[in-house]
């Protein structure tokens, strides 16, 4: 059976093949929602879409072994990889902002096939360089 490590927490977990990561990380009461770096994160706990993979609120980084989950999901490459329309002449992608758009999954659109590590709630990047760029 996979092992998922969550990082923040200092907590391992074996999750069946094939399980969804969010779905696990809730039976082992590992919070997920955090809004926006802690803002909101009461509110992301009941306003999220519960595993639907529309709203973006159950955002965490797999740190270790991306190639041990389901490749990313038409929901994801929306959220973190398409880009949207600027004035500029590079469009930029919508969450580039937060960076990590390689390793930034949803944790109900992730399938667990193999060990992986994760941190949940990873902070938003609001003033980093990609911002203004
Ligand atoms: S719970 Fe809404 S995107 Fe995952």
Redesign the pocket.
């Given at each position: 059976m996979p092992i998922v490590t969550f990082v923040n927490e200092k907590k391992e977990i074996q999750v069946p093949q094939g399980a969804i990561l969010?779905t696990e990380a809730i039976k082992a009461g590992v919070k997920?929602y955090d809004g926006l770096n802690g803002i909101g994160a009461g509110l992301n706990d009941l306003l999220?879409?519960?595993?639907?993979?529309?709203?973006?609120?159950?955002?965490v980084q797999v740190t270790k072994g991306m190639e041990n989950t389901n490749p990313m999901t038409v929901?994801e490459k929306i959220k973190f990889l398409t880009p949207i329309p600027t004035p500029l002449p590079d469009p930029l992608p919508c969450m580039a902002y937060i960076g990590s758009e390689e390793t930034m999954r949803?944790?109900?659109?992730v399938q667990v096939n193999g060990d992986i590590e994760v941190e949940t709630r990873p902070p938003v990047n609001v003033f980093g360089e990609n911002f203004f760029s």
């Open positions: 969010r997920l999220n879409c519960h595993g639907f993979g529309m709203c973006g609120t159950c955002r929901r949803l944790a109900c659109m």
